[in-house]
């Protein structure tokens, strides 16, 4: 049998070892240390220089306290994205609130700005005007953000932008990750890079990142004995995780170019395939191609569905996955409001996500285009 090929396998450098190295020859062992301010520094650095960032142990952890930093509770109501990783809404319930969930729209496959507005409209005259927008840029492809904050703008509604999946996308060369009230990152093994776990909040408010850190490190007081004020949380990252980190953001750039040299061999491959389709950028949009996908067209693939070809793959060792299951469609938000029309359903029907791991040689890839050309006689 041949050797796995994943979807998205951790990628090191070379440097991470020294940096960890570095934290054992210090003892700088803990969830504080020079590598945290360092990667701290890093990432602002990568983002533009204008944000504040504190990393954290996951960018679920992160979405958490930008919740409760934004006062969210059991009487809210907070939107979010539809079609995501449950990440994304799961911090909705455990402050105790209420998710309504929002189609995509078909140029980037994120949140729907018209359905957005609609809802907006549809809960204020309710009396429930949600208490932030949750938007998330999938697979790397940025969301409308200029669309998006135009309309939360005028309704002040906060918006925290998830780029879990979008680090080093951009819009006309603003940064994914700086352009909401707060942003949430992710460096859990399979995203573009990662610490083995991680995630990070960013914003241009420093106060809130300030917060974050002290609420990250279970809300001490200044005090000599350990006194509390408010209900803390263990979420900050360890200094050997932030060594890893730094020395992932060393390759970061050649992780990008990677990642969209192997979406563009897909196209160049597949992209006249009968019923295939990729998702381009629109104009002035970047995307990290974090994920290569497809959609198939089942009335015109002659008969090729992304389940046959997803099955084609697995029976050759080859790891792939069905795009995002929507949120509206998930057993445990069955009882959620949602505001759409059916885009993500057929995206989800449709969509595949196919090996795109920076690590994969030209005979992994080889391997890939063969089953995908067999299963589509093309
Ligand atoms: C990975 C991911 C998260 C969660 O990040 P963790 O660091 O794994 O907690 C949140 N949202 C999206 C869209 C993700 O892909």
């Excluded at 980037?108 to 005259?125: G, H, Q, S, V």
């Excluded at 999946?165 to 352009?179: R, V």
């Excluded at 850190?213 to 005090?223: E, G, M, P, S, Y």
């Excluded at 803390?232 to 980190?245: E, K, L, V």
């Amino acid at each position: 049998m041949n050797s796995k090929i994943w979807l998205s396998s951790p990628h090191m450098g070379g440097a991470e070892h020294q940096f960890v190295q570095e934290a054992f020859d210090t003892n700088w062992v803990a969830p504080l240390g020079p590598h945290v301010d360092g990667f701290e520094k890093d990432l602002s650095d990568f983002l533009g220089g204008n944000q504040h960032v504190a990393v954290l142990s996951s960018g679920t952890g992160a979405l958490h306290l930008a919740l409760v930093m934004l006062n969210i509770g059991p009487t809210d109501e907070v939107f979010c994205q539809s079609m995501t990783f449950s990440a994304s809404a799961n911090p909705i319930k455990y402050v105790g609130a209420t998710p309504v969930f929002i189609d995509s729209e078909k140029d980037t496959w994120n949140i729907d700005p018209n359905y957005l507005e609609d809802a907006i409209k549809n809960r204020i005259a309710d009396g429930k005007k949600p208490k932030a927008i949750i938007v998330v840029h999938l697979y790397g492809m940025p969301a409308k953000m200029k669309e998006i904050t135009e309309i939360a703008g005028k309704y002040e509604i906060p918006v925290i932008e998830d780029a879990a999946e979008a680090l080093g996308s951009h819009i006309n060369g603003q940064m994914c990750g700086t352009m909401g009230t707060m942003s949430i990152l992710s460096f859990n093994g399979n995203k573009i890079i990662t610490t083995s776990g991680g995630g990070a909040l960013v914003s241009s408010d420093k106060q809130y990142i300030d917060m974050s850190k002290f609420l990250a490190t279970q809300a001490r007081d200044d005090a000599p004995h350990y006194q509390h004020s408010h209900i803390g949380y263990n979420y900050r990252m360890s200094n050997i995780s932030a060594g890893i980190g730094r020395g992932q953001m060393q390759v970061l750039p050649s992780r990008i170019n990677k990642r969209r040299d192997i979406f563009d061999q897909y196209v160049t491959h597949f992209g006249g395939a009968p019923g295939v389709s990729f998702l381009e950028e629109p104009k002035g949009f970047f995307s990290n191609r974090w994920l290569s996908t497809l959609t198939i067209d089942p009335l015109k693939a002659n008969g090729v569905t992304r389940e046959k070809l997803r099955l084609a793959l697995f029976e050759n060792n080859i790891e792939s996955r069905p795009l995002w299951k929507p949120m509206h469609l998930q057993p445990v938000f069955k009882n959620c409001l949602f505001f759409g029309n059916n885009v993500s359903d057929k995206l989800f029907e449709n969509g595949l996500c196919l090996p795109s791991g920076s690590n994969l040689s030209d005979n992994d890839l080889e391997r890939v285009f063969t089953i995908m050309k067999a299963t589509f006689r093309f």
